[in-house]
């Protein structure tokens, strides 16, 4: 009988633990909600799902939290709550948990959570406000300055290039962390830190790799965000100028280059069977022989999108380096020789221009794409008119030395003057992302930003 009470009274402990944990998030949540009106749509986002050990986490649909964890970090600080509660949707709302590579799982947590601090820090809310802040600020003076834009995939790369001392990072992780990243990584990528959560916590839910979808659902979210703070919720002014930065950068539309290089591409016929076309003589003189049996005889050619002749133009005012430079072509190349994207017979241009043109070659085959690559010097370092290019492909279209010109491909930084009138071709300009750059470009221009990763990756 004793111990049958003594069982009840556990379970009344538990169940009031459980209760006013809960209490404490609402709170948490009403409390976010009443300062960042903008973020509705994502605080409201995760279900509340309490677990029976462990600290909090989030796999992007519900907040898992252990509720004697958020009765310890509220009574250590009334704040902390609201705060973890905050730093975990925006992991989601900036998708870190959404790993489409392998990590160093210890340094891209580290580089989420420092960020997320950071982006917290700077909304000033005293709802939020935590002992700790102060020394988050000072130790990251120390990356702020290296790393450019302050973005977790920007500060991780500094990581992987620069490994902090373990006594580093064990400080920093202590400092930043405020939620579990297990839920992160799939088993492949995270076997060891599985292990651990096996051994450690065995009552946690095992947290799988989030699905897909949910991914799009969050990219949703954050775009809608990004839009109420450029619109409606303009009044959050400086205090939300980090994070309204951040998420610009983040939804900045990504396209697939290859995808992207063949907007250049032209109509024309290639010597290829056609399984979706047939020769219709054959086809009426078999009914017509037959009665009811047509002949199929599929076409030798058919009409495909390839790129048979268009111009890049090479910023050579010595904004942009040599390195990326020849990166750059190299990235093109490689698509270019692929045998579906361009006619056998081919007319490249390669200029390199700064306030004229200082060198061209003629591309004609695979050969030649080999040579340019490898003879190429840049040339000029001068400033930047883009005009002399236009001018340029002007006059070789009226020679007749650019037939089926399709575009013209200009890799710069976007600062220069531009030609006034719109050209009778395609033009895109491929800027190199520069956060001091605005790429004023005309209205005309078609625009791919590249990060300096996005050309060097697979090279």
Known sequence: MIYNVGMMNEETKKLKADLLAGEILQMAYASLLLHLRFMESALGRLDFTPMPKGTTWTDGQRYSYSPMHVLLRYKAEQTNPAREYLHSVLHCVFRHMYLHAPVQKQYWSLACDMVVEDLIAELKLRSVAVARQDAQQAALERYRGRVQPFTAEKLYRYFADNPLPEEERLRLEELFCADDHRGWFSEDNDREQQNEQNEESPDIPEPNKPPMETEQDWKDVSDSIEEDLETISREAGDAAAGLR???????????????????????????????????????????????????????????????????????????????????????????????????????????????????????????????????????????????????????????????????LLYFTDGCGSYPQQKPDYDTAFVFLENEGNQYEVPPWAIRLTLEPEEILEDL
Do not use: W
């Open 245 to 407: 930065k951040a998420l610009k950068k983040l939804n900045r539309e990504k396209r697939d280059y290859a995808a992207f290089l063949r907007k250049f591409a032209v109509r024309g016929e290639v010597m290829q069977l056609d399984p979706a076309e047939f020769d219709y003589i054959y086809y009426t003189y078999g009914l017509r022989l037959y009665g009811n049996l047509p002949l199929i005889e599929p076409l030798e050619y058919r009409e495909d999108l390839r790129i048979r002749s268009f111009v890049i133009a090479l910023d050579t005012s010595g904004s942009i380096s040599e390195e990326l430079v020849h990166a750059f072509l190299q990235k093109t190349f490689n698509i270019l020789k692929a045998s579906e994207s361009f006619f056998s017979r081919v007319d490249l241009r390669i200029l390199q221009c700064d306030l004229q043109i200082q060198d061209e070659v003629r591309v004609t085959s695979q050969k030649d794409l080999d040579a340019a690559l490898e003879s190429l010097t840049l040339k000029g370092f001068g400033g930047t008119d883009f005009r002399p290019v236009f001018e340029y492909v002007d006059r070789q279209i009226r020679a007749g030395e650019l037939p089926q010109m399709k575009g």
